[in-house]
């Protein structure tokens, strides 16, 4: 069983940055792709980012390519997600999953297996 906790959320005006952390324990981290996901009120949990066992591969959703980079640290267990340029349209809880299948960057909710609690971004304009 592995248990993902995020971190690094809060409010930031457009524009600026921040740097969402999800660390893992329970389970052989370096062996899993790893996801980022966010769900904004009212709507669907969406696709923001993959990335695989190694870090050597990586996937973003349209809305956030050139914005948002995914990248891991084996060492330590941790998988980020840095976001640049924030709009208030990315306003949404963020939730960090991962994927036994260590290669696949998957896009879809079911292709993950283990989730965290999430964090609350909010971008105000």
């Known amino acids: 069983q592995v248990q993902l906790v995020e971190s690094g959320g809060g409010l930031v005006q457009a524009g600026n940055s921040l740097r969402l952390s999800c660390t893992a324990s329970?389970?052989?981290?370096?062996?899993?792709?790893m996801g980022w996901f966010r769900q904004a009120p009212g709507k669907e949990r969406e696709f923001v980012a993959a990335i695989n066992w190694s870090g050597s591969g990586t996937r973003y959703a349209d809305s956030v390519k050139g914005r948002f980079t995914i990248s891991r640290d084996n060492a330590k267990n941790t998988v980020y997600l840095q976001m640049n340029s924030l709009k208030p349209e990315d306003t949404a809880v963020y939730y960090c999953?991962?994927?036994?299948?260590?290669?696949?960057?998957?896009?879809?909710?079911?292709?993950?297996?283990?989730w965290g609690q999430g964090t609350q971004v909010t971008v105000s304009s």
């Open positions: 999953a991962a994927n036994r299948l260590g290669y696949l960057l998957g896009v879809g909710v079911t292709d993950y297996i283990y």
């Open positions: 329970g389970g052989t981290f370096r062996n899993y792709a």
